[in-house]
Structure formats: C-alpha cells, structure tokens
C-alpha cells in the first residue's frame, strides 16, 4: 500500500506561483503513472497532469504551458511545478500513483 502525502499548497496571488510536492511511503520507480487532480468547492474531480514511468507527461488544457509535473525517484516525490496561476486554479489537488492510490490533498487558492 504506498501513502502519498502532498504538501505546498497555499494563497497565491493572481500571476503567482507555487510548488506542490507529493511525498510517497515507499519507491515510486515502478510506479506507471503518476498525477495530479483537482477538486474545486462544488465540481468533480478534474485531471491536471500526469507523468508516465518513460517520462511523457500529458497535461489538461486548461493548465499547458503553465504547470509541470515531474518526479525524482531518488526522493520518491513527485512535483507539479504552477506559475501564471488563476483564480479558476483554485481547488484542493490531489495526487495519484497509478489512479489507485490518493493522497488527501493540498489546498490551493488563488485570490487577490
């Protein structure tokens, strides 16, 4: 059962940026896919981005070109790196080994 315990989460202003990490209970080098989710007050779950263990990393429109995932094995973490971040950013994200195992997220708010 690997645990993963996210952390950097906070209040940014409009333009900001933020690291989260994702920390995991145990390697992460086998792991096929790591992720990370949203969920806004109100709205279903939503990807946000994901890495494959070859390294492809796919991301949802509404975040290309703004956020970045990644991973370091040696540190069994994984990362998504947010910059030019919105108010629609806003959400608690959550992060994924294989979409079975959940962390219990971090809480992001972007607000002036």
């Known amino acids: 059962q690997v645990q993963l315990v996210e952390s950097g989460g906070g209040l940014v202003q409009p333009g900001g940026s933020l690291r989260l990490s994702c920390t995991a209970s145990?390697?992460?080098?086998?792991?096929?896919?790591v992720g990370w989710y949203r969920q806004a007050p109100g709205k279903e779950r939503e990807f946000a981005a994901i890495?494959?263990?070859?390294?492809?990393?796919y991301y949802a429109d509404s975040v290309k070109g703004r956020f970045a995932i990644s991973r370091n094995n040696a540190e069994n973490t994984v990362y998504l790196q947010m910059h030019d971040l919105k108010p629609e950013d806003t959400a608690v994200y959550l992060c994924?080994?294989?979409?079975?195992?959940w962390g219990q997220g971090t809480q992001v708010t972007v607000s002036s």
């Open positions: 994924t080994a294989d979409r079975i195992h």
């Open positions: 145990g390697s992460i080098s086998s792991i096929s896919t």
């Open positions: 890495e494959y263990i070859g390294g492809s990393t």
